[in-house]
């Protein structure tokens, strides 16, 4: 066994375990994390892909390499957009669990 | 190919574990710690796998600027965030049962990938001279398949759009409030005046090298927004304002930039985002320096969040 099929072969043990964890948990920062174990294995089977590709004295395939990297920072994006969601949905549950109070206190202002 | 070593062995199931460990920490701020050791990880399994731009970009947005973003988050739902509520254990069990399935028939297409590979590594080191670059993956981004990297700079953009709409009315005009607030101490103050001059250093030297080494806009503009950050947290500035006109500017230059030279080159070239013979390479260069600028912004204003409830009035619209 190859060292890129045994890595490989972790990405899909990864891509399980995420899926799993996104299912069955109930937090949503938990379920956030979920998905980045699914992000993060199937990164690695194109890391696979590309490191089997490598040919022309390169050390692996070019393009699966950049369209990773190209997928790294979205998936950053959307992770910060996922958080700021959830946070946001944090804020809203602490603002109905205090009725009064929630009328005064700016939503911004949590802790 | 090398043959499977011990360290590569004991590499993945320190990944493995450390996922689990993500899954199954009792809480939402342990698993965000575990992340951050994950990502590290992941990037010592990227430089194994041959890909040195890729372990980069996974340590320092991977480990780093995700991780900073959890473990913020994490700090602040102690309370609302309810980690009860687990589906009872024959469904767990039954999901179980499918999940590994999908592993099971990942495991088999990465057992059954076809021999030889299928590569595109020769066609790009046969059109590589054109572009004037030596670093393949720079190339990828930057020519060959500069129509994502186009559109990953614009999906930046579109989520520091979405991100500061999640604001509520009243805090619009006021400065980014996710960052943890720490009280100033001695070794964090000197650390946020010390360290950013080399890590800028550091930024602009993986960016320069990127053509022809491993490196690049991504890697550079993440450290630089690391930085940035750094010295937010330590206080010694505060964030901007989100309604500043000059800093809006600055996050979306590179997009602009970008396609401007992508229209440009339907007339000097032949297609949308295609250069000029010879131009190649100082074209690639200035879109690289005005995309970091602009993508090291937008990554440090994503990490400071939303605009929160703003302290004086007085706009500086």
Not at chain 2, 5 to 16: E, F, K, R
Not at chain 2, 241 to 270: C, Y
């Amino acid at each position: 066994m190859s060292t890129a099929t045994l890595f490989g072969l972790c990405g899909a043990v990864l891509v399980g375990l995420g899926l799993y964890g996104l299912i069955c948990h109930a937090g949503a920062l938990r379920r956030i994390l979920a998905f980045n174990l699914i992000g993060s294995g199937v990164f690695l089977l194109f890391g696979v892909v590309a490191r089997r590709g490598a040919a022309a004295g390169f050390g692996g395939d070019p393009v699966p390499q950049a369209l990773v990297i190209t997928g790294l920072v979205v998936a950053f994006a959307a992770t910060v957009l996922a958080v700021a969601l959830a946070l946001r949905l944090a804020q809203a549950r602490d603002a109905e669990a205090e009725p009064v109070a929630g009328a005064e206190r700016a939503p911004g202002s949590g802790p | 190919m090398s043959a499977v070593t011990l360290i590569d062995l004991a590499l993945a199931l320190l990944v493995l574990g450390l996922a689990a460990w993500v899954l199954a920490t009792a809480t939402v701020f342990r698993a965000a710690v575990g992340f951050v050791a994950y990502g590290l990880l992941l990037a010592l399994v990227w430089v194994r796998l041959g890909s040195v731009d890729v372990a980069l970009t996974e340590a320092a947005l991977g480990g780093g600027l995700t991780g900073l973003l959890l473990l913020g988050a994490a700090a602040r739902v102690t309370s609302g965030e309810s980690e009860a509520g687990q589906p009872p254990w024959a469904l767990r069990l039954l999901v179980g049962l499918l999940c590994a399935g999908v592993t099971v028939g990942l495991a088999a297409v990465v057992l059954l990938l076809p021999e030889p590979s299928p590569s595109l590594a020769s066609a790009t080191a046969a059109s590589l001279p054109a572009t004037g670059v030596g670093n393949p993956v720079t190339a990828v981004l930057l020519a060959f398949r500069a129509i994502d990297t186009l559109g990953e700079s614009i999906v930046l953009v579109l989520a520091l759009v979405g991100l500061w709409s999640l604001a509520p009315d009243r805090a619009w005009d006021g400065r980014p409030g996710s960052l943890p607030k720490v009280p100033p101490t001695g070794a964090l103050t000197l650390l946020a005046q010390l360290l950013p001059p080399f890590g800028i250093l550091v930024g602009i030297h993986l960016l320069w090298v990127g053509a022809d080494h491993p490196g690049g806009k991504f890697q550079g503009a993440t450290v630089l927004a690391a930085m940035w950050v750094l010295v937010l947290i330590a206080g010694l500035r505060e964030p901007p304002r989100v309604t500043s006109r000059p800093l809006r500017w600055v996050a979306v230059a590179g997009s602009l930039l970008f396609v401007a030279i992508g229209l440009g080159g339907m007339g000097w070239a032949e297609a949308f985002l295609a250069y000029p013979d010879g131009l190649a390479k100082p074209l690639i260069i200035v879109i690289e320096v005005g995309l970091t600028l602009s993508v090291a912004a937008i990554l440090g204003l994503l990490v400071a969040g939303p605009p929160a409830e703003s302290t004086g009035r007085a706009a500086d619209r």
